[in-house]
């Protein structure tokens, strides 16, 4: 997931259409969520989420000897999200070890 986009409450969005910032990076529902918000999704039986930043994500690749040979990014078109009608997604690396 881009990490950006854990920077907004998605509830909120869904409910006003407004994206507002409301979190910091990196994202952890722990450190970031109520404890009503994070207790509610606990009795859900939902998973909890994170993000992490680039530097963890593609530099955790490049300093593990990895070279990255490609990145995508991709859009999540659904009109009813807010976020993706500003950024993509998703993003996914190549990464390739030399021999």
């Known amino acids: 997931m881009?990490?950006?986009?854990?920077?907004?409450?998605?509830d909120e969005a869904a409910?006003?259409?407004e994206l507002v910032v409301r979190y910091s990076l990196p994202y952890?529902?722990?450190?970031?969520l109520s404890?009503?918000?994070?207790?509610?999704?606990?009795?859900a039986n939902e998973p909890l989420e994170f993000s992490?930043?680039?530097?963890?994500q593609i530099g955790g690749q490049t300093?593990?000897?990895?070279?990255v040979a490609g990145l995508y990014e991709d859009r999540?078109?659904?009109e009813t999200?807010?976020?993706?009608?500003?950024?993509?997604?998703?993003i996914a690396t190549r990464a390739i070890r030399p021999r």
């Open 2 to 10: 881009n990490p950006t986009m854990f920077l907004f409450d998605h």
């Open 15 to 17: 409910a006003t259409g």
């Open 28 to 32: 952890s529902d722990e450190r970031s």
């Open 35 to 43: 404890e009503s918000r994070l207790n509610a999704k606990f009795e």
């Open 52 to 56: 992490h930043s680039l530097t963890s």
């Open 63 to 67: 300093d593990a000897g990895f070279v």
């Open 76 to 78: 999540w078109y659904d």
């Open 81 to 90: 999200w807010q976020f993706s009608n500003h950024s993509p997604v998703s």
